[in-house]
């Protein structure tokens, strides 16, 4: 059967998606799909399948397994082609989140690293460990004092840093991402 | 064998959100081998995250993270950045070439970037702190007060660093990546091969904050495979690998393997003292490891 390849109806201009992610190069060979722990996990999420159908046009058919892939790019590294799956997902990921049809539990956490960032410059902090009792007792007994220890450490309790980012960077920091984060400033 | 071109000097110490959120004594162990063998490095307040983790979990718009990356890069104007996280390695790369190569992201950013007064400037270098360990590995063991002799390893590189950039790796291939087996033979250890060498630590970025059976699922075979090997230590290039190796262990596969950024490992064989390094932060207990060093537990 010979495959034409057609335009996809809503295009997304994203260098991650046009050049890098090598979707028309693709050859359907498979190594990314026998390397990638997300294919090993999930019955759903085929890297290989994913290059297919950016092929064919199918992009709406992604919208629920996007959030599968672990980034960790083994399809890149392997790939004969030089794709990166890994690299398309995100286009898509942005795309995706950009249109209102990412889980709620994303969109939340865009707020809170969107928030670390407005406030801290950082998009993970010492507060956002808070599933530290999944991890069992012992390891919960051994760490739930680590605030104390970063303090001996001289490092702030709250803050990712020993020194906390000065206020005339974060001045520069927080312009930059109301230019550039899509709904422009923060609001809460 | 380095193959990328290491700079000797004058390095910008890029910091990372989940080294210093989880293990702030793995920067502490940076320094003290900076200093310890005279390696001139900025400890720059100023620049922020590189925003990678965000980045992976597919919520930091790719606009934001080369504009913020492109202030960090001006910041670092003229010195050579060094990470100490593969994703800002990874990251910082990947936004220096699209800036580099995609005219209309680089006219967009350089527009923000002249609105908060700053000028693009891509020409710092990018590398990772253990590449610049591993240029110095001569200094490091003229500086070594204890050697590992008898203390056997795996390694555990990130996959932000052997596989993003894959051709960049500066020991071993994309497949067997060796810069951290080099460092720790340098100190005297052996290092274990395992099947599952190469298999990510499952941190997925997303998968850190929303499902953490992800991990759980991957880590069962990785720490399964580790096992085979037995080795006294797990020896870790990445913040994120890190904490997934040593965290998840008591309740995916209670194996009691130590977890050792190889920072804090050089720096214990440089005299640090295991307090002042903050491995009493770790999940899984490091202690019985420091007495087979034969360092003993340090100021608990
Ligand atoms: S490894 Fe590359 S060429 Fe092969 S199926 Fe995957 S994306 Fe296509
Ligand atoms: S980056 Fe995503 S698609 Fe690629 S191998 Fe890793 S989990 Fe699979």
Redesign the pocket.
């Known amino acids: 059967m010979r495959i034409t390849l057609k335009e996809p109806r809503q295009a997304i201009k994203d260098v991650r998606l046009d050049s890098t992610?090598?979707?028309e190069?693709?050859?359907?060979?498979?190594?990314?799909?026998?390397s990638c722990p997300a294919a090993f996990t999930y019955d759903d999420y085929r890297?290989?399948d994913i290059?297919r159908d950016l092929q064919l046009g199918n992009r709406d058919s992604l919208t629920s397994i996007l959030w599968r892939c672990g980034q960790c790019y083994s399809?890149a590294a392997?790939?004969?082609?030089?794709?990166?799956?890994g690299a398309g997902i995100l286009a898509l990921r942005e795309a995706a989140l950009a249109s209102g049809k990412a889980p709620a539990s994303v969109k939340n956490m865009a707020a809170v690293i969107r928030k670390n960032l407005y406030d801290r410059g950082e998009t993970f902090l010492p507060k956002d460990l808070t599933f530290l009792g999944e991890f069992g007792p012992r390891t919960v007994s051994r760490c739930k004092d680590n605030p104390d220890k970063r303090e001996r450490l001289g490092f702030d309790r709250d803050d990712a840093r020993a020194r906390p980012i000065p206020e005339h960077a974060m001045g520069e920091i927080r312009a930059l991402l109301d230019m550039t984060w899509p709904g422009g400033k923060r609001h809460d | 064998m380095i193959s990328a071109a290491i700079p000797q000097d004058q390095y910008y110490l890029f910091k990372s959100c989940i080294m210093c959120s989880m293990y702030p004594g793995i920067e502490k162990s940076i320094r003290f081998v900076l200093d310890r063998i005279g390696a001139g490095y900025t400890d720059d307040p100023e620049h922020s995250s590189c925003t990678g983790f965000g980045y992976h979990a597919g919520v930091v718009p790719l606009r934001a993270n080369l504009a913020l990356n492109a202030r960090n890069f001006s910041l670092a104007s003229g010195r050579s950045i060094v990470c100490t996280c593969p994703t800002s390695y990874g990251n910082l790369k990947e936004c220096k070439e699209i800036l580099s190569k995609d005219s209309d992201q680089a006219e967009y950013v350089a527009g923000a970037m002249e609105k908060i007064g700053r000028k693009m400037d891509l020409s710092p270098s990018i590398h990772h702190i253990s590449d610049v360990f591993l240029a110095k590995l001569d200094d490091i063991t003229a500086k070594a007060l204890y050697r590992f002799d008898g203390i056997s390893a795996v390694t555990h590189h990130g996959c932000h660093y052997s596989k993003i950039f894959y051709r960049d790796v500066a020991s071993g291939t994309h497949e067997k990546p060796e810069v951290l087996d080099d460092i720790a033979k340098a100190l005297g250890c052996s290092v274990a091969d395992y099947g599952e060498r190469s298999l990510c630590c499952g941190m997925g970025f997303h998968y850190t904050m929303l499902d953490r059976e992800y991990p759980r699922s991957i880590l069962k075979r990785k720490f399964a495979s580790i096992q085979e090997a037995s080795p006294d230590v797990i020896i870790t290039q990445c913040p994120g690998c890190t904490f997934n190796l040593d965290y998840y262990q008591e309740t995916v596969s209670p194996l009691d393997i130590p977890v050792l950024y190889f920072s804090e490992l050089v720096a214990l064989a440089l005299g640090a003292d295991p307090y002042d390094i903050g491995l009493d932060m770790h999940a899984v207990p490091v202690e019985p490891l420091l007495e087979k060093l034969g360092i003993g537990g340090g100021r608990q």
């Open positions: 992610s090598g979707y190069k693709c050859m359907q060979c498979g190594r990314c799909t026998a890297p290989r290059m399809c392997r790939c004969p082609r030089n794709n990166s799956v």
